[in-house]
Protein backbone atom coordinates (compact mmCIF):
# COMPACT_ATOMS: atom_id res chain seq x y z
CA UNK A 1 0.00 0.00 0.00
CA UNK A 2 2.48 2.54 0.52
CA UNK A 3 3.43 3.28 -3.10
CA UNK A 4 -0.58 4.10 -3.37
CA UNK A 5 -0.17 6.25 -0.02
CA UNK A 6 2.86 8.14 -0.63
CA UNK A 7 0.75 9.99 -3.34
CA UNK A 8 -2.18 9.64 -1.93
CA UNK A 9 -0.28 12.41 1.44
CA UNK A 10 1.31 13.95 -1.54
CA UNK A 11 -1.73 15.48 -3.00
CA UNK A 12 -3.83 15.67 0.17
CA UNK A 13 -0.67 18.03 1.25
CA UNK A 14 -0.91 20.42 -1.80
CA UNK A 15 -4.68 20.75 -0.74
CA UNK A 16 -4.35 21.41 3.06
CA UNK A 17 -0.52 22.60 3.03
CA UNK A 18 -1.43 22.91 6.97
CA UNK A 19 -1.22 18.83 7.43
CA UNK A 20 1.15 17.55 8.57
CA UNK A 21 1.56 13.79 8.03
CA UNK A 22 4.23 11.44 8.24
CA UNK A 23 4.29 8.29 6.37
CA UNK A 24 6.16 4.80 6.46
CA UNK A 25 6.30 1.26 5.60
CA UNK A 26 6.60 -2.09 7.05
CA UNK A 27 3.96 -4.56 6.81
CA UNK A 28 0.41 -5.13 8.06
CA UNK A 29 1.99 -6.17 11.49
CA UNK A 30 4.00 -3.59 11.91
CA UNK A 31 1.61 -1.09 11.41
CA UNK A 32 -1.21 -2.49 13.73
CA UNK A 33 1.59 -3.22 16.70
CA UNK A 34 2.25 0.56 16.59
CA UNK A 35 -1.75 1.60 16.07
CA UNK A 36 -1.93 -0.78 19.21
CA UNK A 37 1.23 0.81 21.27
CA UNK A 38 -0.37 4.45 20.17
CA UNK A 39 2.57 5.61 17.93
CA UNK A 40 0.55 6.06 14.96
CA UNK A 41 -2.65 7.04 13.92
CA UNK A 42 -3.23 5.45 10.83
CA UNK A 43 -2.15 1.23 9.87
CA UNK A 44 -1.97 0.72 6.80
CA UNK A 45 -3.11 -3.12 6.64
CA UNK A 46 -3.22 -5.75 3.73
CA UNK A 47 -5.71 -7.71 5.65
CA UNK A 48 -8.06 -7.12 8.34
CA UNK A 49 -7.60 -7.67 12.20
CA UNK A 50 -6.76 -11.05 13.46
CA UNK A 51 -8.92 -11.79 16.53
CA UNK A 52 -5.52 -12.00 19.04
CA UNK A 53 -4.97 -8.51 17.85
CA UNK A 54 -8.55 -7.65 18.18
CA UNK A 55 -8.66 -8.71 21.78
CA UNK A 56 -5.30 -6.98 22.63
CA UNK A 57 -6.90 -3.65 21.11
CA UNK A 58 -10.21 -4.49 23.79
CA UNK A 59 -7.59 -5.58 26.47
CA UNK A 60 -6.99 -1.64 26.23
CA UNK A 61 -9.92 -0.18 26.06
CA UNK A 62 -9.58 0.65 22.17
CA UNK A 63 -12.55 0.86 19.73
CA UNK A 64 -11.34 0.30 16.19
CA UNK A 65 -12.46 1.11 12.89
CA UNK A 66 -11.18 -0.29 9.58
CA UNK A 67 -12.20 1.51 6.52
CA UNK A 68 -11.34 -0.33 3.27
CA UNK A 69 -10.08 1.88 0.82
CA UNK A 70 -9.15 0.00 -2.32
CA UNK A 71 -8.82 -3.52 -3.62
CA UNK A 72 -5.67 -5.25 -4.99
CA UNK A 73 -5.12 -8.04 -6.72
CA UNK A 74 -2.10 -10.78 -5.65
CA UNK A 75 0.01 -11.66 -8.49
CA UNK A 76 2.38 -14.70 -9.47
CA UNK A 77 5.75 -13.70 -10.92
CA UNK A 78 8.25 -15.67 -12.81
CA UNK A 79 11.44 -13.89 -14.90
CA UNK A 80 10.02 -13.22 -18.94
CA UNK A 81 12.06 -16.28 -20.21
CA UNK A 82 10.62 -19.08 -17.94
CA UNK A 83 8.57 -20.98 -20.49
CA UNK A 84 5.49 -22.05 -17.63
CA UNK A 85 3.11 -19.12 -18.88
CA UNK A 86 0.27 -20.47 -15.96
CA UNK A 87 -0.46 -22.84 -12.84
CA UNK A 88 -3.15 -23.74 -11.10
CA UNK A 89 -3.87 -23.19 -7.34
CA UNK A 90 -2.60 -26.94 -6.76
CA UNK A 91 0.44 -26.28 -8.89
CA UNK A 92 0.93 -22.90 -6.77
CA UNK A 93 0.02 -24.99 -2.94
CA UNK A 94 2.85 -27.59 -4.18
CA UNK A 95 5.73 -24.69 -5.29
CA UNK A 96 5.36 -22.65 -2.14
CA UNK A 97 4.99 -25.38 0.38
CA UNK A 98 8.42 -27.00 -0.81
CA UNK A 99 6.49 -29.62 -2.42
CA UNK A 100 7.26 -28.89 -5.91
CA UNK A 101 10.64 -28.07 -6.17
CA UNK A 102 11.93 -28.03 -9.81
CA UNK A 103 10.22 -26.10 -12.91
CA UNK A 104 10.19 -29.64 -14.88
CA UNK A 105 6.86 -30.96 -12.99
CA UNK A 106 4.68 -27.72 -13.88
CA UNK A 107 5.87 -28.00 -17.67
CA UNK A 108 9.18 -25.85 -17.80
CA UNK A 109 12.71 -26.27 -17.96
CA UNK A 110 14.88 -28.67 -15.77
CA UNK A 111 15.80 -25.76 -13.32
CA UNK A 112 15.40 -25.98 -9.76
CA UNK A 113 13.00 -22.99 -8.15
CA UNK A 114 14.31 -20.26 -6.86
CA UNK A 115 11.20 -18.84 -4.20
CA UNK A 116 10.82 -15.20 -3.10
CA UNK A 117 8.60 -14.47 -0.28
CA UNK A 118 7.57 -11.26 1.93
CA UNK A 119 8.26 -11.63 6.40
CA UNK A 120 5.73 -12.91 8.07
CA UNK A 121 4.76 -9.75 9.20
CA UNK A 122 3.34 -8.41 5.97
CA UNK A 123 -0.24 -9.03 5.41
CA UNK A 124 0.52 -9.60 1.44
CA UNK A 125 2.20 -12.77 3.44
CA UNK A 126 -0.36 -13.52 5.76
CA UNK A 127 -2.96 -13.10 2.78
CA UNK A 128 -0.87 -15.43 0.20
CA UNK A 129 -0.79 -18.22 3.23
CA UNK A 130 -4.35 -18.05 4.36
CA UNK A 131 -5.67 -17.65 0.48
CA UNK A 132 -3.54 -19.43 -1.71
CA UNK A 133 -1.78 -21.93 0.47
CA UNK A 134 -4.44 -23.09 2.71
CA UNK A 135 -2.61 -22.14 5.39
CA UNK A 136 0.15 -24.44 4.94
CA UNK A 137 3.19 -23.36 6.29
CA UNK A 138 6.11 -21.68 3.10
CA UNK A 139 8.72 -24.09 2.32
CA UNK A 140 11.85 -23.41 4.45
CA UNK A 141 13.66 -22.90 1.19
CA UNK A 142 11.92 -19.34 0.66
CA UNK A 143 13.93 -16.35 0.72
CA UNK A 144 12.23 -13.72 2.66
CA UNK A 145 12.54 -9.77 1.83
CA UNK A 146 11.32 -6.89 3.32
CA UNK A 147 9.63 -5.01 0.63
CA UNK A 148 7.35 -6.49 -2.64
CA UNK A 149 10.24 -4.53 -4.74
CA UNK A 150 12.71 -6.60 -3.37
CA UNK A 151 11.08 -9.71 -5.14
CA UNK A 152 10.33 -7.83 -8.62
CA UNK A 153 14.28 -6.99 -8.81
CA UNK A 154 15.17 -10.41 -7.52
CA UNK A 155 12.96 -12.23 -9.71
CA UNK A 156 13.05 -10.41 -12.56
CA UNK A 157 17.35 -11.01 -12.26
CA UNK A 158 16.86 -14.78 -12.16
CA UNK A 159 15.69 -16.90 -14.38
CA UNK A 160 14.38 -19.72 -12.08
CA UNK A 161 12.59 -17.39 -9.54
CA UNK A 162 9.12 -17.20 -8.40
CA UNK A 163 7.76 -14.33 -6.16
CA UNK A 164 3.87 -13.20 -5.28
CA UNK A 165 3.45 -9.09 -5.02
CA UNK A 166 0.32 -6.85 -5.25
CA UNK A 167 -0.63 -6.30 -8.94
CA UNK A 168 0.31 -2.10 -8.56
CA UNK A 169 4.29 -3.66 -8.74
CA UNK A 170 4.01 -5.69 -12.17
CA UNK A 171 6.61 -4.41 -13.88
CA UNK A 172 7.44 -5.05 -17.72
CA UNK A 173 10.93 -6.49 -16.05
CA UNK A 174 8.92 -9.61 -15.02
CA UNK A 175 6.32 -11.98 -16.00
CA UNK A 176 2.72 -12.54 -14.22
CA UNK A 177 1.31 -15.47 -14.50
CA UNK A 178 -2.70 -16.33 -15.09
CA UNK A 179 -3.55 -18.51 -12.29
CA UNK A 180 -6.58 -21.34 -12.11
CA UNK A 181 -8.65 -21.91 -9.10
CA UNK A 182 -11.16 -24.86 -8.37
CA UNK A 183 -10.76 -26.36 -11.73
CA UNK A 184 -11.74 -22.98 -13.53
CA UNK A 185 -10.28 -21.29 -16.64
CA UNK A 186 -6.98 -19.34 -16.05
CA UNK A 187 -7.21 -16.10 -15.42
CA UNK A 188 -4.82 -13.82 -15.85
CA UNK A 189 -4.21 -10.65 -13.00
CA UNK A 190 -5.27 -7.54 -14.52
CA UNK A 191 -7.08 -4.25 -13.49
CA UNK A 192 -10.19 -5.12 -15.53
CA UNK A 193 -10.41 -9.16 -14.53
CA UNK A 194 -9.28 -7.90 -11.16
CA UNK A 195 -12.41 -4.91 -11.07
CA UNK A 196 -15.21 -8.05 -13.00
CA UNK A 197 -14.18 -10.02 -9.75
CA UNK A 198 -12.95 -12.87 -12.27
CA UNK A 199 -9.23 -12.95 -10.96
CA UNK A 200 -9.30 -15.62 -7.71
CA UNK A 201 -6.80 -13.79 -5.99
CA UNK A 202 -7.92 -10.35 -4.91
CA UNK A 203 -8.06 -9.01 -1.00
CA UNK A 204 -9.38 -5.92 0.70
CA UNK A 205 -6.94 -2.71 1.39
CA UNK A 206 -7.65 -0.95 4.76
CA UNK A 207 -6.68 1.80 7.05
CA UNK A 208 -7.19 1.40 10.77
CA UNK A 209 -7.11 3.57 13.29
CA UNK A 210 -8.22 4.47 16.65
CA UNK A 211 -12.06 6.00 17.35
CA UNK A 212 -10.71 8.43 19.70
CA UNK A 213 -8.32 9.57 17.45
CA UNK A 214 -11.52 9.47 14.29
CA UNK A 215 -12.01 13.99 14.40
CA UNK A 216 -8.03 14.34 13.42
CA UNK A 217 -7.44 11.20 10.58
CA UNK A 218 -11.74 11.75 9.48
CA UNK A 219 -10.67 14.61 6.43
CA UNK A 220 -7.67 12.18 5.45
CA UNK A 221 -9.46 9.50 5.04
CA UNK A 222 -12.08 11.34 3.55
CA UNK A 223 -9.98 12.54 1.03
CA UNK A 224 -8.90 8.77 0.24
CA UNK A 225 -12.64 7.63 -0.37
CA UNK A 226 -13.49 10.89 -2.89
CA UNK A 227 -13.70 10.83 -6.24
CA UNK A 228 -10.29 12.32 -6.46
CA UNK A 229 -8.59 9.77 -3.92
CA UNK A 230 -10.30 6.99 -6.05
CA UNK A 231 -8.70 8.20 -8.90
CA UNK A 232 -5.52 8.03 -7.45
CA UNK A 233 -6.39 4.39 -6.46
CA UNK A 234 -6.82 3.46 -9.46
CA UNK A 235 -3.31 5.76 -10.78
CA UNK A 236 -1.25 3.17 -8.37
CA UNK A 237 -2.51 0.25 -10.36
CA UNK A 238 -5.58 -0.78 -7.40
CA UNK A 239 -9.15 -0.81 -7.81
CA UNK A 240 -11.31 1.31 -6.17
CA UNK A 241 -14.17 0.86 -3.57
CA UNK A 242 -16.33 3.83 -5.22
CA UNK A 243 -16.92 4.19 -9.05
CA UNK A 244 -18.55 7.24 -8.46
Known sequence: MLPMMQLQVETYIKKQPASDINL???????????LLDGTIDLA????????????????????????????????????????????????????????????????????????????SSSGTYEFMKDNVLDKKEFAKE?????????IVYAVSQNKSAIGY?????????VKPLPIAFDGKDFVAPSFNNAA????????????I?????????????????SVQGQKLVTHKGFIPVSWN
Open 24 to 34: SGGGSGTGITS
Open 44 to 119: MSSRDLKLAEKIKFKEKNQEIKTVQVAIDALSIIVHPQNSVSKLTQDQLMGIFTGQITNWKDVGGADQKIVLYSRE
Open 142 to 150: AISTSATAQ
Open 165 to 173: VGLAYVENI
Open 196 to 207: KGIYPITRPLFL
Open 209 to 225: YNVSNEAKVKPFLDYIL
